[in-house]
């Protein structure tokens, strides 16, 4: 807030109490201070945002920390080919959030996790097959955008969605629409398998699945927009967390993703 605002604040209690109502210039000077102090407190950046919705009743969370220290179900996600392979690194990045469900959760036993993932697709149809000749290395079996495959490992359930596009030149690409497809097959996954159980995810599209433009706090907004509009329609959970890794956190502002969420 600008010294301008406040002095204008103090025009206007002028304007209608008398001077003499308020005491003298201390209560000028509390006045300030008080505007001052909440001013202040408006621009401290802070690491959480949070709303409390009802009809139906859930809370949703936007937090820094590491998503795989939640202790409840997650989203991850991958590309239409569910490669899983981090060999080298130009398959799936070591740094990406596939790389570190495979390390957290199948303790990077890529057999074991391609085993799951292969029952769990058993369900869906293959959309197209690559031959090896376009596409030497990788998955070759592809599954159209939007497939969810639900992994249970322990008490946990884990819904792989493929929101992106992998090019034989190993490329990953997605884009504004085939997010909000993923994320509205996301949320329909989540209603049918879980029991209302507690859900993070992390900031899908901010690895290098190139969602257009969007920037990371574009598309936590995209993300909450989305679960907000669909918990409108049925309960999902009654707690979503959107993880934030702290590595994005100062490309996003709390308080406007606060403002947001407030809105609606």
Same mark, same amino acid.
Request: glycine content about 6%.
């Given at each position: &807030? ?5 002095? /204008?604040? !103090? ?9 003499? $109502? ?5 209560? *000028?000077? $509390? &006045?300030?201070?008080? @505007?001052?102090?909440?001013?202040? %407190? ?6 959480? %945002? ?38 080298? /690194? ?29 029952? $769990? ?10 031959? =090896? ?16 495959? !639900? ?40 209603? =049918?398998?879980?029991?209302? +159980? ?14 257009? +433009?969007?920037?990371?706090? @574009?598309?936590?907004?995209? *993300?909450?927009? @989305? ?11 009654? +707690? ?8 994005? %956190? ?5 308080? =406007? ?5 407030? $809105?609606?």
């Amino acid at each position: &807030m600008s010294f301008a605002t406040l002095a /204008g604040g !103090v025009q206007l209690t002028l304007a209608v109490h008398p001077i003499s $109502a308020l005491k003298g210039i201390g209560a *000028i000077f $509390a &006045m300030l201070a008080a @505007s001052s102090i909440w001013a202040i %407190a408006r621009s401290i950046p802070t690491d959480l %945002a949070t709303r409390e919705f009802f009809h139906p009743n859930f809370t949703v969370t936007v937090k820094t920390g590491d998503l795989f220290t939640e202790n409840c179900d997650l989203v991850i996600g991958f590309t239409d080919l569910y490669d899983t392979s981090t060999e080298g /690194g130009d398959i799936i990045s070591p740094e990406s959030v596939q790389a570190q469900f495979l390390k957290s959760i199948y303790s990077d036993q890529v057999t074991e996790l391609d085993e799951d993932l292969h029952t $769990a697709l058993s369900a869906h149809t293959v959309s197209h097959v690559e031959a =090896e000749l376009t596409k030497p290395r990788g998955k070759r079996e592809r599954y159209p955008i939007g497939t969810v495959a !639900v992994l249970s490992k322990g008490t946990a359930r884990h819904y792989c969605v493929a929101y992106s596009r992998m090019s034989n030149n190993l490329v990953a690409r997605s884009s504004v629409n085939d997010l909000w497809q993923s994320l509205s097959s996301t949320w329909s996954a989540i209603s =049918e398998h879980s029991h209302l +159980n507690s859900v993070a995810i992390p900031i899908l599209g901010s690895d290098l699945a190139r969602v257009g +433009n969007l920037g990371r706090e @574009s598309l936590v907004k995209m *993300i909450l927009l @989305s679960f907000v509009a669909k918990s409108r329609e049925e309960l999902i959970t009654r +707690n979503l967390s959107l993880i934030v890794h702290p590595r994005d %956190a100062e490309q996003i502002n709390m308080n =406007e993703v606060q403002a947001f969420l407030k $809105a609606l």
